[in-house]
């Protein structure tokens, strides 16, 4: 039951964070939300950058899962990569901005702890990017003369700037032209690969 109630708060802790920001939302507003006193918050999360860190560590763990379900679902590099940005696209649908671009807004105010679960979420993002590249590289796939990294750094800033774009005007092609520009640097013509 405890870990039930954990699960709830996290739930709804993180469209606060993805759409508030991590200083703009207190536990009072997360005890509205689920309908429980706030004394209750602080027996399953002491402090809120324990719930912070709590969001993040669970938040990393789905991007895990998700980059190891796309490797299992395509052989194609291209597929995998469009594969990725569909991530974001899906957050973009949703009205929200990433949880780690959120948080990383707030990075001067965030506990040093919150902190490193979100440069992990980056580091695991634009390593993994930069790894298909490599392969496309590698086997053919893609033809791109510079540095894998760079291009993942790229692309990982595109698409978060494109969420905070998106919401300031809604509507506008944001992640479409982010990743359009991406496939293009990587030598793949044609319609945009993420949207196949």
Not at 84 to 110: H, K, M, Q
Not at 122 to 127: A, F, K, R, V, Y
Not at 173 to 189: A, I, N, Y
């Amino acid at each position: 039951m405890a870990g039930d109630t954990a699960n709830q708060l996290l739930d709804a802790a993180q469209p606060l964070v993805q759409r508030r920001g991590y200083n703009a939302f207190s536990y009072k507003d997360l005890a509205a939300e689920v309908g429980i006193r706030t004394a209750s918050i602080h027996y399953h999360f002491p402090a809120k950058a324990d719930l912070a860190k709590a969001l993040m560590a669970r938040y990393l763990e789905s991007l895990r899962s998700a980059l190891a379900d796309i490797e299992l679902g395509s052989s194609s590099v291209v597929d995998r990569l469009g594969a990725f940005i569909e991530l974001y696209r899906r957050t973009e649908s949703s009205g929200a901005i990433c949880l780690c671009g959120s948080l990383a807004s707030d990075r001067e105010t965030l506990p040093e702890p919150v902190q490193g679960v979100v440069e992990d979420y980056l580091e695991l993002s634009e390593g993994w990017v930069a790894d298909q590249i490599a392969e496309g590289v590698r086997t053919g796939e893609l033809d791109f003369p510079g540095d894998p990294a760079d291009a993942a750094a790229s692309l990982l800033s595109g698409l978060q700037g494109g969420l905070i774009l998106s919401r300031a005007r809604p509507g506008c092609p944001h992640l479409d032209t982010v990743s359009r520009m991406f496939f293009r640097s990587l030598g793949v013509s044609g319609s945009d690969p993420a949207r196949v």
